[in-house]
């Protein structure tokens, strides 16, 4: 069997994603030595239209943008949406809040018009993905199971429960507790619960399970005298996207 | 059982022998709402006069949330080794109910099979047990869990000048011999020790009448409706299993290396509230709903194991009540059966 050749692609986002690739660094080696890198902006200079699997960070969020997700839509045969604006649009939807307009008059003011810019959109809504790290920043070793898994030709593991699971395997106080607000109970795991393990309630950057009780979720914050705007608010950072679509 | 006192001034010597000679594993403050029971290097560090802890301390020791099993190698031939890892330990300052909860656990680790990863710690493992305060939630004077009977190597109870210790085991013998003088149990030490469990016992206050919930659970088990009323705001977020000191569920992860010839499978905390619990190969799910889910969890508790065992998997200790942000209290629900049946 030849080695799957793998292409790594960034749309809009800070290029953290790609980074968290890199800093792999002890098993780097061995994912070079088992898949062929053959297009990664930020670690090598070949570049190619030649690879079977693609790993995509960033949201689309600009014309030009849809041709090349959808260029790579017709190339690669293996999607992986990597990172929270690729999965879910992430921050970039910020935008989308605002309407677009008004959020290129406030950030370009007179030099609006030489902004090419559309409504942000997770690259799902232009490609079929296949398996998603999500993140912000990916969990690196994620990022490793799904390539592994590809290999393998098996299902990677990747939680659909939310992030309380991990918080209690890790032992740590419930931040409701200390009185914070927390996404944890509607938000997908498998960030081994970073942000409760350092005392700071979940952002929500995983996306929502698939079937979260959001009404559950409100009594919650009720009962610890919080309002639904309140986890609204941090509920925006990172899935304003599906808010949206929801409406 | 032998009984001893032991005077309040030679604790102190006592429990610095033991931080010395073993890995001592006790309870100290985390932050503002509970303690966690760690490693510790000295006594100022040990503070036995605690209300909650999240994780169940012989849980965490015995079956810890991770835990490698193997390593391999595949070559030519593929090779395989056990890990397996544990050393001479004291838990000092674990309460009865949490002594009964691991008691469970030492039955359901060795009655289908011996899993050695759990008895391997566990035979190392010497228990010395202290009474601390029940929170609001907890129902184990209810479920007979109040006081440990066995379990235990020493058991120190404070009458307030001095401890009345049950001696339990050889091991615990040996250390009352080794550190200070410790002197034989008087009459009048019975006497007190019997006041002291009649005051101790008085501080229960949540009450269940688990009886009757186990003698009508085959009749609400059908009611859709019982069990969706108290599943509704359920997250299935899966704390109230992971908290729990009798929860034993656990899923086996294989991680092979990327250079596709080594690896390692470890386990990890499952959770029966969790929807992938019940999915298997093909995509059904045997426990869609968090109601089923809900249902079956109580059912393993309250019923399954107390026929099986002879002990209920579930030791009133109320962490999964505290635990749980839908506030779902399996003390109201237990109560709450006699009065759905019996009007
Ligand atoms: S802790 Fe509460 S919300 Fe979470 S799974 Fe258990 S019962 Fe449901
Ligand atoms: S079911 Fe709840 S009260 Fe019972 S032992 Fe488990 S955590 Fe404690």
């Known amino acids: 069997m030849s080695k799957p050749k793998v292409g790594v692609f960034g749309f809009t986002g800070c290029g953290g994603c790609q980074l968290e690739i890199l800093n792999l660094e002890d098993q780097l080696l061995d994912l070079v030595s088992a898949v062929d890198i053959v297009h990664f902006r930020e670690a090598i200079t070949e570049y190619s239209d030649d690879y079977d699997i693609a790993l995509v960070e960033g949201s689309v969020t600009t014309k030009h943008g849809v041709e090349r997700i959808e260029k790579i839509g017709d190339i690669a045969k293996i999607i992986v949406a990597v990172g929270a604006c690729a999965c879910t649009g992430g921050l970039n939807c910020l935008k989308n809040l605002y309407g677009l307009e008004k959020a290129k008059d406030l950030v370009y003011g007179d030099k609006k018009d030489w902004i090419d810019t559309i409504e942000t959109k997770p690259i799902d809504k232009y490609v079929k993905v296949d398996y998603m790290a999500r993140g912000c920043p990916p969990n690196r070793f994620e990022i490793v199971d799904v390539i592994r898994s590809l290999i393998l030709g098996r299902k990677p593991e990747i939680p659909n429960y939310p992030v309380c699971v991990e918080c209690k395997r890790n032992g740590n106080t419930c931040v409701y507790e200390l009185g914070m607000t927390c996404l944890g109970p509607i938000t997908r795991a498998g960030c081994d619960s970073r942000c409760p393990n350092s005392v700071s309630g979940c952002e929500g950057c995983r996306g929502i399970i698939d079937n979260p009780n959001v009404n559950a979720q409100k009594d919650v914050l009720e009962e610890y005298g919080l309002t639904v705007e309140d986890i609204m608010e941090n509920f925006n950072l990172y899935n304003a996207c599906k808010k949206i679509e929801q409406k | ?343």
């Open chain 2, 1 to 343: 059982m032998q009984y001893k006192i032991l005077k309040k001034n030679k604790y102190q010597d006592f429990v610095k022998g033991l931080i010395e000679d073993y890995n001592f594993i006790g309870p100290t403050k985390k932050d503002k709402s509970v303690h966690d029971f760690v490693p510790l290097n000295s006594i100022e560090e040990l503070d036995t006069n605690y209300l909650k802890t999240t994780i169940p301390p012989a849980k965490k020791i015995l079956f810890p949330p991770n835990e490698k099993l193997i390593e391999y190698e595949i070559g030519d031939e593929i090779k395989v080794k056990p890990v397996i890892e544990s050393s001479e330990t004291v838990l000092f300052g674990i309460n009865a109910w949490d002594i009964n909860g691991m008691n469970f656990l030492d039955k359901f680790f060795s009655k289908d099979f011996v899993d050695e990863n759990y008895w391997d710690k566990r035979d190392k493992l010497t228990v010395i047990g202290m009474d601390t305060e029940p929170t609001e939630n907890n129902f184990a004077l209810s479920m007979d869990t109040e006081y440990a009977t066995d379990g235990f190597d020493l058991y120190l109870h404070d009458l307030g000048d001095r401890y009345f210790v049950r001696v339990n085991t050889p091991k615990g013998n040996e250390l009352v011999e080794k550190y200070v003088d410790f002197d034989d149990a008087s009459e009048n030490d019975f006497k007190d020790f019997d006041k002291y469990m009649d005051d101790y016992r008085a501080q229960f206050s949540n009450k269940v009448n688990i009886k009757s919930f186990y003698d009508n659970f085959e009749m609400i088990y059908n009611d859709e409706e019982f069990w969706k009323k108290i599943a509704k705001n359920c997250f299935s977020c899966g704390s109230c299993n992971l908290v729990c000191p009798t929860c034993f569920c656990f899923n086996v992860k294989d991680d092979l290396k990327l250079d596709l010839k080594t690896g390692e499978k470890t386990r990890e905390w499952d959770s029966c509230m969790i929807p992938e619990y019940g999915l298997v190969a093909g995509g059904h799910n045997f426990r869609p709903n968090k109601e089923n889910r809900l249902k079956q969890r109580y059912r393993c508790k309250l019923k399954t194991y107390f026929d099986k065992f002879g002990q209920y998997a579930c030791v009133g200790c109320g962490r999964c009540i505290e635990a749980c942000l839908a506030k779902i209290n399996i003390a109201e629900d237990i109560n709450s059966v006699k009065k759905e049946v019996n009007v």
